[in-house]
């Protein structure tokens, strides 16, 4: 069976990197994750990749001028791996324009609240303060705006009146890990029946 070659981008300990990684195991998972990308060489989730048998590469942002340089190069870099699908998975860089445009329609983020409420940062304190009854995840399509794709998948988790922001960020970190898996496979086999 063809698989879709996926590459995961991430800047950090790379849990829902791991999550991926579990389900892509099974035999009839439509994506393969052929590559992680990095910006951070100290990243963990470069260790989870590498035990997993993955290709690694890293692109420390900081050696290029400007994000589009930047974004340049991690292109170049995904295309000479034959990446078909990008994942971003808690890669905490804002893409140029340029990148998100040249992969539209095959790249996804996962984001840490029920889009289109809370773009941007600090969304677990900002749902608690808004007195919202839930809070959760969302995997989206990336399009320039911010936060602002097309919906792929959502779920959700209450409120719970005790909820601190870490408390509830660590259920919907729990929550993320079932989502993204789930939404990645919806992808990669919709491109397969292209």
Do not use: C
Request: proline share 4%.
């Amino acid at each position: 069976m063809r698989r879709v070659q996926t590459a995961v981008l991430i800047s950090g300990n790379g849990s829902n990197l791991q999550a991926i990684i579990d389900a892509a195991q099974a035999s009839d998972y439509p994506a393969e994750i052929a590559l992680v990308l990095s910006n951070k060489a100290q990243a963990y989730g470069l260790t989870r990749a590498e035990n997993a048998g993955i290709t690694t590469i890293v692109i420390p942002h900081g050696n290029y001028a400007t994000r589009e340089a930047f974004d340049q190069m991690m292109d170049a870099a995904l295309r000479n791996h034959d990446i078909e699908l990008v994942v971003m998975a808690g890669f905490m860089r804002i893409l140029s324009d340029r990148f998100v445009n040249g992969w539209a329609g095959r790249l996804i983020n996962i984001h840490p609240s029920l889009l289109p409420k809370y773009k941007g940062l600090d969304t677990h304190a900002r749902a608690i303060a808004s007195g919202d009854a839930e809070h959760g995840a969302t995997v989206h399509w990336v399009t320039p705006e911010l936060d602002s794709g097309e919906i792929i998948l959502q779920g959700s988790t209450p409120i719970l009146a005790n909820d601190t922001p870490e408390s509830l960020k660590a259920r919907v970190h729990l929550l993320e890990h079932q989502l993204y898996p789930a939404a990645l496979k919806h992808v990669a086999a919709a491109i397969l029946a292209q």
